[in-house]
Structures are given as structure tokens and as C-alpha cells.
């Protein structure tokens, strides 16, 4: 196996912002694995609770480490030797896709039926930042418009409190008022314990589905007295990050938001869902400024997610490839080999 790597600077249209802090323009990296004439692509979004802040660090870490993987070893071998040797999650994600994607190939099938899995049938939702109302205002319509998505993921948690997380939510009810989407909330750990309980019985009564994220997660520990009299689901995303978790909050928490950068790639995806199923729990995939090449990896997943939240690529001017394409709202991945993403110009 051959080793390549790229680095593309991705522009976002809209900055995201959310409860701690703003995600602009990015360098992500794209990882290629060649052998007997297929390749295999996979994609590293760089991030400070991913384990790895740039794309040239990736780069180095998987230059390093890639000749060291044995001829013939499998995805699952190769996964776990990264894992033990501590390669951060983010940049195993790349690789653990590149793989995935080889082998899809090499059978000749798409990731999704490789995995014996359908194509998904949830629909996505599509991002909205912590906004002052006005700009709520002008972005919703546009967003929804564009896109066609039939969910709307609204995130709360502003740091002005929540009063400001209530007047922005009112913003958006009323802009998204035409389109009749789902609704749902990422307060991304913003609120305190009592802020949490306050604003779940607040919109349980004005169309939220659910509440991802609710408290910090440093704050783990109250997520016990949360969920006791919560007027809606709880999901959690940055307390989750690999199936070893899951024990933990099994009781606490309604759902698991997983995503491939956060969880080390699709290998430690599968482990995931079966753990949640194994304790009872839905489950939802996320992203975190991922191209159009990590979304079709996810979307070869979506059969398995009762939630989905697959957007980043819809916020990009200059997505670098293709793949995984909106169908009534729902992200599809493509009928060819692999996990159906490429970059344009490349191959
Ligand atoms: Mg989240």
C-alpha cells in the first residue's frame, strides 16, 4: 500500500458559530491509499477536541506511522494498532476511511453494502450557528431554501444566556415557519444544570424534538439528575467519543451523537452503534466541517442513525469533491465502489 496526502483549504459561507467559540475556514487533509491500481480516499478535519489542530501535524503523524503498518494487515488490525500507539482520533479517522474505501473497492461494492447495510432513509438536518436575530432572520430562509433539508439543528448555549438563547429560538420558529421542518437543539455543553432544565421544558412545548449536548461535559456528573424529569431526549456528543463510553451515561442519556473525526473513523463507528443498541439507545451521526469526501463515509453509515446530521458540506463555497448527494432531504451515498466520495480533478 502507497501513501499520499493533500491539503485543501475549505471556505465556509456562513462562520459557525456556536457556544464556545467560532469554526471559520480550514485546512483539512485527504489521505490516499493506493494498491494495485484502486485508491482510497479519506479526510482529516483538524480540531482542538479531536486531538490534532492542523493539517501538516496530520500529515506528519501518518507519514510516520503508515510504514510501520504490516503487508496484509487488515482494516480492523491496522485500526487497532493506531489506536494503541495513541495517533489522535481525527487523523485515524482519515485513514480508517482510506481503508474502508480500498476495500469497498477492491470487492467491488459501495461501502454501505459491503457493510450490509441500505441506503439511509433519516434525513439530514442543516446547521444554524448561536445568531443575534437578525442575522437568524436572513440565514434560515436562505439555508433551508438551498438546501431543501427538512430538519433544522439550531444551536443554543450563547454565552449572553439563555434569555439571548430565547429570543434567537424565536427568531428561528418564525423564519423557519413556511419551510415545516423538524427542529432540533445543540446547546454544545452551554448551560448550567438549572439553565438546562429550564430551557428543555421551554421548548418542549414549541417543536423541539430533542436537546444534544445539553451540559458541559465536564459536567458529566449532573447529567443523572437531568435526565430524571427531562421534557425531552437527551443526546449527547462531546461526552461521547468512543463506544468505552457509553457504559457510563447509558442510564443517563436518551442518545449517542457520534462522529467519524471525533471517534477515530468507521471502524470505531460500528463499535458505537452496536454498543448503544446493546444498551438501548438511539443513535445519531454528526460532522465537524468535513468535506464532501468524510460526508459520503458517513452517509455509507446513515442505514444505522435514527438521527442524522450530515451538513458541513452544504456551508463549504468550494467543496473539493463529490459524492453523497441530497435526495428529498436525505444524504445518499452514490451507487459506485467505495464510499462513493472523490475529489473533483483527481481521480
Ligand atoms: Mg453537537
Same mark, same amino acid.
Given at each position: 500500500?502507497?501513501?499520499?496526502?493533500?491539503?485543501?483549504?475549505?471556505?465556509?459561507?456562513?462562520?459557525?458559530?456556536?457556544?464556545?467559540?467560532?469554526?471559520?475556514?480550514?485546512?483539512?487533509?485527504?489521505?490516499?491509499?493506493?494498491?494495485?491500481?484502486?485508491?482510497?480516499?479519506?479526510?482529516?478535519?483538524? $480540531?482542538?477536541?479531536?486531538?490534532? @489542530? %492542523?493539517?501538516?501535524?496530520?500529515? =506528519?503523524?501518518?507519514?510516520? *506511522?503508515?510504514?510501520? +503498518? !504490516?503487508?496484509?494487515?487488515?482494516?480492523?488490525?491496522?485500526?487497532?494498532?493506531?489506536?494503541?500507539?495513541?495517533?489522535?482520533?481525527?487523523?485515524?479517522?482519515?485513514?480508517?476511511?482510506?481503508?474502508?474505501?480500498?476495500?469497498?473497492?477492491?470487492?467491488?461494492?459501495?461501502?454501505?453494502?459491503?457493510?450490509?447495510?441500505?441506503?439511509?432513509?433519516?434525513?439530514?438536518?442543516?446547521?444554524?450557528?448561536?445568531?443575534?436575530?437578525?442575522?437568524?432572520?436572513?440565514?434560515?430562509?436562505?439555508?433551508?431554501?438551498?438546501?431543501?433539508?427538512?430538519?433544522?439543528?439550531?444551536?443554543?448555549?450563547?454565552?449572553? $444566556?439563555?434569555?439571548?438563547?430565547? @429570543? %434567537?429560538?424565536?427568531?428561528?420558529? =418564525?423564519?423557519?415557519?413556511? *419551510?415545516?421542518?423538524? +427542529? !432540533?437543539?445543540?446547546?454544545?455543553?452551554?448551560?448550567?444544570?438549572?439553565?438546562?432544565?429550564?430551557?428543555?421544558?421551554?421548548?418542549?412545548?414549541?417543536?423541539?424534538?430533542?436537546?444534544?449536548?445539553?451540559?458541559?461535559?465536564?459536567?458529566?456528573?449532573?447529567?443523572?439528575?437531568?435526565?430524571?424529569?427531562?421534557?425531552?431526549?437527551?443526546?449527547?456528543?462531546?461526552?461521547?467519543?468512543?463506544?468505552?463510553?457509553?457504559?457510563?451515561?447509558?442510564?443517563?442519556?436518551?442518545?449517542?451523537?457520534?462522529?467519524?473525526?471525533?471517534?477515530?473513523?468507521?471502524?470505531?463507528?460500528?463499535?458505537?452503534?452496536?454498543?448503544?443498541?446493546?444498551?438501548?439507545?438511539?443513535?445519531?451521526?454528526?460532522?465537524?466541517?468535513?468535506?464532501?469526501?468524510?460526508?459520503?463515509?458517513?452517509?455509507?453509515?446513515?442505514?444505522?442513525?435514527?438521527?442524522?446530521?450530515?451538513?458541513?458540506?452544504?456551508?463549504?463555497?468550494?467543496?473539493?469533491?463529490?459524492?453523497?448527494?441530497?435526495?428529498?432531504?436525505?444524504?445518499?451515498?452514490?451507487?459506485?465502489?467505495?464510499?462513493?466520495?472523490?475529489?473533483?480533478?483527481?481521480?
Amino acid at each position: 500500500m502507497n501513501f499520499s496526502f493533500k491539503k485543501i483549504r475549505l471556505e465556509q459561507i456562513y462562520p459557525l458559530r456556536i457556544s464556545r467559540g467560532l469554526k471559520e475556514d480550514c485546512d483539512n487533509l485527504f489521505v490516499f491509499v493506493e494498491k494495485n491500481g484502486l485508491t482510497g480516499v479519506g479526510e482529516m478535519v483538524p $480540531g482542538s477536541l479531536t486531538g490534532c @489542530e %492542523s493539517a501538516d501535524e496530520g500529515e =506528519k503523524i501518518l507519514a510516520e *506511522f503508515t510504514p510501520t +503498518i !504490516r503487508q496484509g494487515a487488515s482494516v480492523h488490525e491496522i485500526y487497532h494498532q493506531a489506536r494503541t500507539e495513541g495517533i489522535p482520533p481525527c487523523v485515524l479517522a482519515a485513514l480508517d476511511m482510506a481503508l474502508w474505501d480500498l476495500l469497498a473497492k477492491e470487492s467491488r461494492q459501495p461501502l454501505y453494502k459491503l457493510l450490509g447495510l441500505a441506503k439511509p432513509s433519516a434525513p439530514t438536518s442543516v446547521t444554524i450557528g448561536v445568531n443575534p436575530p437578525e442575522v437568524i432572520r436572513e440565514q434560515v430562509p436562505e439555508m433551508l431554501s438551498r438546501t431543501g433539508c427538512l430538519n433544522l439543528k439550531v444551536k443554543l448555549g450563547s454565552p449572553q $444566556g439563555i434569555d439571548a438563547d430565547k @429570543e %434567537s429560538y424565536l427568531a428561528v420558529l =418564525k423564519a423557519a415557519e413556511k *419551510f415545516h421542518v423538524g +427542529i !432540533r437543539i445543540d446547546a454544545n455543553g452551554g448551560w448550567s444544570l438549572e439553565d438546562a432544565k429550564q430551557m428543555m421544558k421551554w421548548l418542549q412545548t414549541r417543536k423541539t424534538e430533542y436537546v444534544e449536548q445539553p451540559l458541559h461535559h465536564d459536567c458529566d456528573d449532573q447529567l443523572p439528575e437531568l435526565f430524571k424529569n427531562r421534557a425531552l431526549p437527551i443526546f449527547v456528543d462531546e461526552s461521547c467519543r468512543f463506544s468505552s463510553d457509553i457504559p457510563k451515561w447509558a442510564d443517563s442519556v436518551d442518545g449517542i451523537n457520534l462522529k467519524l473525526m471525533k471517534c477515530g473513523g468507521i471502524t470505531e463507528a460500528l463499535r458505537i452503534v452496536a454498543t448503544a443498541r446493546a444498551f438501548g439507545l438511539q443513535t445519531m451521526i454528526g460532522c465537524m466541517g468535513e468535506s464532501l469526501i468524510a460526508i459520503s463515509a458517513g452517509a455509507a453509515l446513515g442505514h444505522l442513525f435514527d438521527f442524522i446530521d450530515l451538513d458541513s458540506h452544504l456551508n463549504f463555497r468550494n467543496d473539493p469533491a463529490e459524492g453523497a448527494v441530497l435526495t428529498q432531504g436525505i444524504v445518499t451515498p452514490p451507487g459506485r465502489p467505495g464510499h462513493g466520495g472523490r475529489l473533483l480533478n483527481d481521480e
